[in-house]
């Protein structure tokens, strides 16, 4: 039976000083694993390529101008979320992202949740994301929350292009 302790969702930077560690942890472990599913495993973070490293050892950088989602369960880091800052009425989701312990207790749904209330504050119209075929759980999640298979910006194969109108 899952544990479902209360989930708080905090923008990052922000108060809580102890999230940038479990962000980058959570990062690399995304980047990491995605890599490896792409059959192009990495060893450690030192040999990710160069845009996703810079995610992992200096998010606040890698992501400034973004919004960064986390979510909290008591102290510790479980989850995260990227929005990206609105661009001709569009935010696009990216780095979704859970520990694997922490799974099947609506995490990813409540980062969504939090990233669809920011986008439409912030008068996005359009949100989009991008997920790997794979991830068919992920798939199902998106297409739960309103979100339809779209027409593709991005040309690696086997990644799915969705959106949804706010």
């Given at each position: 039976?899952?544990?479902?302790?209360?989930?708080?969702?905090?923008?990052?930077?922000?108060?809580?000083?102890?999230?940038?560690?479990?962000?980058?942890?959570?990062?690399?472990?995304?980047?990491?694993?995605?890599?490896?599913?792409?059959?192009?495993?990495?060893?450690?973070?030192?040999?990710?390529?160069?845009?996703?490293?810079?995610?992992?050892?200096?998010?606040?950088?890698?992501?400034?101008?973004d919004v960064?989602?986390?979510?909290?369960?008591?102290?510790?880091?479980?989850?995260?979320?990227?929005?990206?800052?609105?661009?001709?009425?569009?935010?696009?989701?990216?780095?979704?992202?859970?520990?694997?312990?922490?799974?099947?207790?609506?995490?990813?749904?409540?980062?969504?949740?939090?990233?669809?209330?920011?986008?439409?504050?912030?008068?996005?119209?359009?949100?989009?994301?991008?997920?790997?075929?794979?991830?068919?759980?992920?798939?199902?999640?998106?297409?739960?929350?309103?979100f339809t298979?779209?027409?593709?910006?991005d040309e690696?194969?086997?990644?799915?292009?969705?959106?949804?109108?706010?």
């Amino acid at each position: 039976m899952a544990d479902h302790r209360e989930v708080s969702i905090v923008r990052w930077p922000g108060r809580t000083p102890s999230v940038g560690d479990g962000l980058a942890a959570l990062l690399a472990a995304y980047h990491l694993q995605t890599e490896a599913e792409k059959g192009e495993p990495v060893s450690a973070v030192d040999n990710l390529p160069d845009r996703y490293r810079a995610e992992v050892t200096d998010p606040r950088a890698a992501l400034a101008g973004d919004v960064v989602l986390v979510a909290l369960q008591e102290d510790a880091v479980v989850g995260c979320l990227v929005v990206t800052s609105a661009d001709d009425g569009r935010s696009e989701i990216k780095r979704l992202w859970t520990d694997p312990e922490s799974r099947g207790q609506g995490i990813a749904s409540a980062l969504l949740g939090a990233a669809l209330s920011h986008a439409a504050e912030s008068g996005v119209h359009t949100i989009r994301l991008s997920v790997w075929e794979w991830r068919t759980g992920a798939i199902a999640l998106y297409e739960r929350l309103g979100f339809t298979v779209t027409q593709s910006w991005d040309e690696r194969k086997q990644l799915v292009c969705m959106q949804r109108a706010l």
